[in-house]
């Protein structure tokens, strides 16, 4: 028997149907050890050795993978190819305790029959030096998050958390803010003249010079000035030039560009990105074909692709659109410095699986997304498009005016991706001019314009800063961002993140009092120092003792000054406590500001702070306006932004839907008669189902159950439960850690 080892038990199903008898396939269900998570769990006096532990829950998958492992002749590690992975399979291989000659370690890039017959027959040895990285990276920001994080605990509240990239995309978020707060409007005008020829043939053309300077005008009154002189001059065209112009095709998705169109076309957030390409990597049931592998590895910052990916491509081109849609050079795209060459882009296993013919065996969203990583690699493999050019330019005195059109001429692959695009629809008048020909002003039109401020970043935007500052990595960008949303950092307001007042005082407190570590640069220089560590460039003990000697020193100086920076967190008001009669102070929880007794802990008096209203993207059933977050005397609800004009509420769902069978109803929010939160059915009282514990749309790792519980413990802290499996995952190392379970 051989047993081959991957970290999915969604895999094992596809992966049965390619292997012969002889193998027996079992999942790790992600990391099966890791760091305790009452403790740090470092010993850093000795070279930062980790105290590793058996995953809660993971006892019985560790047990049972020996027990297949001693009746195994071979052992092949098939976790995911990245450092994750690499760290997984080398965790295994010592947890099992096999003879180390029947050890290998198998990696492939998609899930197909050849991919993973070829990786089984080139299986190798585990990449130490990719461990060496993992496990550095997981030191470090176990380092920082339970280092730092008490320090939030003991200034602004319990629970908060602190983690090493999280934070610095928080403090990005924070800056766009403030830029955006201190934006001053400019006012310009723009001025636009219409102009025909003895003909009566017309053009319409923009200001663009005057006197050889950039022509915008900073007010009315200079418009007004302008266009009264410009009505005086004789009008001539000075320039025509006939020209093409290329738009090159786009290259392959990696995880960011996937991440970031996937938002602007599809509505996407990066999660649900993430989730929805992780089931199109493992597989899903294809007719007569059975469990098929859709898409290549979805974690991957290269744009590498595979000669016979390329080739394949080629023929369906020149098939299915005509050989003059094939570029006359094969397409290369470069990657920037750090990426894995190893790795593929993300692509379809298989050009001619088109969206067409397999839509009724996806779902929805599977499909959309599906079609859309077809689409782009299709569209990468595959020509230019070209588009004629033709810009006028129309001179009178010292104002020149201009006019710039374009039409395509070839579509190249714009045929599949990003659909067509017509020629500008003012192309057809325009008359065919010379230069030198008169022409008389009809018209000119102007209009105001103000500069606008940057604007707040969204699910795509934000990977995109990211990636270009070289904060975080692949796999790590949707955690990143779902931490801070979970943690209640920053809400969303029409897609864009906005930082709440909570995230507005943590991100204070880090870039005040750990300013070399909380900044891109640091952040980015450590991402290279990991790099390097991966390539065998680097010490993986000498980075962090690099790094933890001045952090250690930080430390010292900013828990002697906790009182005084709790201080700085309490605003003062003119509010008297109703039961004992001292003043009322503002406080921030996990669920942002309240009002507390500033005589606490003697009087623990609190109340929420009126007026706070938390915004969302949902609209009112019935007036379409924005829905808001609003407290009552029974809890939070949502309620019409338009009260008391609309008097629309209704309770807060958690987007899970109820678990009891045949039932079609989603999980909501409410409260009880004592004002306890609770959890139950929409559906009641035709649905009985209730929970204490709030349901978050997490896959358990050790299970795959859909949804897991948010529990709170004084020796765990918050943490996440899975009601199925009884496994459990620590919230806070979650975010610390950015990846410690996929």
């Known amino acids: 028997m051989k047993l081959l080892v991957v970290e999915s038990p969604t895999k094992t199903k596809t992966l049965k149907k390619f292997l012969d008898k002889e193998f027996e396939v079992a999942s790790t269900g992600g990391h099966i050890i890791d760091l305790p998570k009452s403790k740090l769990g470092i010993d850093i006096k000795n070279n930062f050795k980790p105290q590793y532990v058996t995953i809660e829950g993971k006892k019985k998958i560790v047990a ?148 050889g300077e950039k022509a915008e005008p900073e007010n009315e009154t200079q418009t007004i000035a302008i266009c009264d002189d410009i009505k005086k001059q004789s009008f001539a065209v000075s320039l025509v030039k006939k020209g093409s112009a290329k738009r090159q095709s786009p290259p392959p998705f990696i995880t960011s560009s996937l991440q970031q169109e996937a938002f602007t076309k599809l509505g996407f957030n990066n999660k649900k990105t993430m989730l929805i390409a992780q089931q199109l990597y493992e597989g899903v049931e294809v007719g007569e074909e059975g469990q098929v592998g859709l898409i290549t590895y979805m974690r991957t910052d290269s744009f590498h692709i595979a000669d016979e990916a390329k080739a394949d491509a080629a023929k369906y081109i020149a098939k299915n659109f005509g050989e003059n849609y094939l570029p006359q050079r094969v397409k290369k795209y470069k990657a920037k410095k750090a990426a894995q060459e190893a790795h593929e882009a993300i692509r379809p296993t298989s050009i001619n699986l088109e969206p067409g013919k397999i839509k009724s065996y996806l779902t929805k969203d599977q499909f959309k997304l599906y079609q859309l990583i077809w689409a782009r690699f299709l569209a990468s493999q595959m020509a230019d498009a070209e588009f004629k050019t033709n810009t006028v330019e129309i001179t009178g005195g010292k104002y020149v005016f201009r006019a710039f059109k374009q039409e395509l001429y070839f579509e190249g692959y714009l045929k599949v991706y990003n659909g067509t695009v017509s020629g500008d629809d003012d192309l057809e008048k325009v008359p065919v001019l010379k230069e030198g020909t008169k022409l008389t002003l009809v018209e000119l039109k102007k209009e105001q314009h103000f500069t606008q401020p940057p604007p707040r970043f969204n699910a795509g935007s934000l990977v995109k800063e990211l990636e270009e500052k070289g904060i975080g990595r692949p796999s790590t960008y949707a955690q990143i961002i779902s931490t801070l949303t979970d943690r209640k950092y920053v809400n969303q307001e029409q897609k864009r993140f906005k930082p709440t007042d909570l995230g507005k005082l943590v991100n204070k407190i880090l870039v005040e009092n750990f300013p070399d570590i909380f900044n891109t640069e640091f952040t980015a220089e450590m991402e290279e120092e990991l790099d390097k560590i991966e390539e065998g460039d680097a010490d993986w003990i000498e980075v962090l003792k690099d790094f933890y ?20 967190t309490v605003e003062q008001t003119d509010e008297i406590c109703d039961k004992c009669g001292r003043p009322m102070v503002i406080k921030y929880g996990r669920n942002g500001r309240f009002l507390a007794c500033s005589g606490y802990p003697e009087c623990k008096n609190t109340k929420p702070l009126n007026g706070e209203v938390e915004k969302t993207d949902k609209k009112c059933p019935n007036c379409g306006a924005p829905m808001e977050i609003r407290r009552g005397r029974f809890g939070r609800f949502l309620a019409c932004s338009r009260y008391p004009e609309c008097k629309t509420a209704e309770s807060i769902s958690t987007d899970v839907k109820c678990p009891e069978k045949n039932c079609d109803g989603e999980i909501l929010e409410r409260t009880s008669k004592r004002g306890r939160v609770f959890y139950s059915c929409s559906r009641y009282p035709k649905c009985k189902f209730v929970s204490w514990y709030r349901p978050v749309n997490v896959s358990c790792p050790a299970c795959g159950h859909y949804y897991m519980l948010e529990k709170s413990s004084r020796a765990k802290g918050q943490y996440l439960y899975c009601p199925s499996c009884k496994h459990s995952q620590s919230e806070k190392e979650s975010e610390v850690a950015e990846v410690t379970t996929r």
């Not at 605990?153 to 610095?168: F, H, I, N, Y």
């Not at 952090?551 to 709790?566: G, Y």
């Open 64 to 211: 049972e993978l020996k027990k297949l492992s001693g009746k195994a002749s071979k052992i092949y590690l098939a976790p995911d190819p990245d450092r994750e992975g690499e760290a997984i399979a080398y965790h295994v291989a010592n947890s099992i305790g096999a003879n180390k000659s029947k050890v290998l370690r198998v990696t492939f890039n998609e899930i197909t029959k050849k991919a993973v017959l070829e990786g089984i027959k080139n299986a190798g040895k585990i990449n130490i030096e990719k461990v060496n990285a993992q496990q550095a990276r997981r030191i470090l920001d176990r380092i920082v998050g339970y280092r730092i994080s008490p320090i939030l605990w003991k200034t602004v509240t319990m629970g908060l958390s602190a983690g090493r990239v999280q934070s610095v995309a928080l403090r990005l978020i924070c800056e766009r803010e403030d830029e955006i707060t201190n934006f001053v409007s400019r006012e310009f005008w723009r001025i636009d003249g219409e102009f025909k020829n003895s003909k009566g043939e017309k053009l319409t053309a923009r200001l663009i010079k005057i006197s």
């Open 549 to 568: 000697e001045p952090f250690a020193e930080d430390l010292k100086k900013v828990e002697a000054i906790t009182k005084d920076i709790k201080k700085q």
